[in-house]
């Protein structure tokens, strides 16, 4: 293993504290410069296509954007309505030369996989999963919380965040509710070997 990958090797151990939440995600945190190799690590790792409807899992990774926040006035429930009905659009998401997002399973793990190359010289791969961690430790308050942001000083293309949900709050308001304990959003950033 050379320095770099000793370097990403450490900075996941790090990043990725939680074995719940490390085993199989450690492709999300390579440079991948072709999407088949990206999406074909994680197949290695045991992620594949599902083979029933996501869509009740899928709502609760962009759903993050506003449990953690400003609701912008809206109730939980219109809040899920609407993730869930981006949710049922992502399998609709069409691959594109330059651009791909699949959705993966991985036991009862569910991930937004991209691959995007917005310039020729600049790759970037991002899971988001929603998961359950035994380890999350719920916010007291609130829906949910942000926590353990992080970018690595030595690679600041790469950055991970995670969402703990409130999984007693969100049901106490909607008893049918299945929140994950916890979505993880992984990002690594890139530039393209030997691109000019």
């Known amino acids: 293993m050379g320095l770099e990958g000793l370097i990403r090797a450490t900075v996941l151990c790090v990043v990725l504290s939680s074995p719940a939440v ?7 945190a390579e440079p991948f410069e072709e999407a088949e ?25 962009n759903a993050v954007a506003y449990l953690g926040g400003d609701m912008g006035g809206a109730t939980l429930r219109e809040v899920l309505d609407a993730q869930r009905m981006a949710a049922a659009n992502y399998g609709r998401l069409k691959a594109l030369p330059t651009s791909q997002t699949r959705v993966l399973v991985n036991g009862a793990a ?3 996989a991209s691959w995007q190359r917005p310039a020729d010289t600049i790759t970037s791969v991002q899971c988001r ?5 035994p380890s999350a430790r719920a916010p007291q308050t609130g829906f949910g919380t942000h926590t353990d942001v ?4 030595d690679n600041p293309g790469l950055s991970v965040y995670r969402f703990h949900y409130n999984q007693a709050a969100i049901r106490a308001e909607l008893p049918d509710a299945t929140p994950p304990e916890v979505v993880v959003n992984i990002r690594h950033e890139f530039f393209v070997e030997g691109a000019q």
Do not use: H, N
């Not at 992080?150 to 000083?153: E, L």
């Open 110 to 112: 569910v991930m937004l």
């Open 37 to 61: 190799k990206f999406y074909g690590a994680l197949e290695a790792q045991g992620w594949s296509a599902p083979q029933t409807d996501m869509v009740e899992r899928l709502m609760w990774i």
């Open 129 to 133: 999963v929603a998961m359950d961690d």
């Open 22 to 28: 490390a085993q199989g995600l450690e492709p999300c």
């Open 150 to 153: 992080r970018v690595d000083a």
